[in-house]
């Protein structure tokens, strides 16, 4: 996300193909604004040993969408690559 977010990402045609990708300072705020929801991911990823597939992960709600404000939700990693399987 860092990398899609300021830009250093490898596949170019990203912003190309899905359009506009949210600033890395708005991404920074909403971590904070959403903080109590990442929290909760953290202590049950704390709970399973800090196991990769229960680490916090950033989702875009609509697959096909951008990485904007109103597109994104805090899920684990595990939550998150299920939700794409289907």
Known sequence: MNRRSSGRTKRKYQSAQH???ML?????????????EFE???IEWEKNGFKKKYSP???RIDSD???T????????LSD???????
């Not at 998150?80 to 289907?86: C, E, L």
Request: negative net charge; hydrophobic residues 35%.
């Open 19 to 21: 359009g506009e990708i």
């Open 24 to 36: 890395q300072i708005e991404f920074i705020s909403w971590c904070y604004d959403t903080l109590d």
């Open 57 to 59: 992960s950033v989702d």
């Open 65 to 67: 969408g951008t990485y």
């Open 69 to 76: 404000l109103n597109n994104i939700q805090w899920l684990s």
């Open 40 to 42: 909760k991911i953290w």
């Open 80 to 86: 998150n690559a299920s939700k794409h399987d289907k």
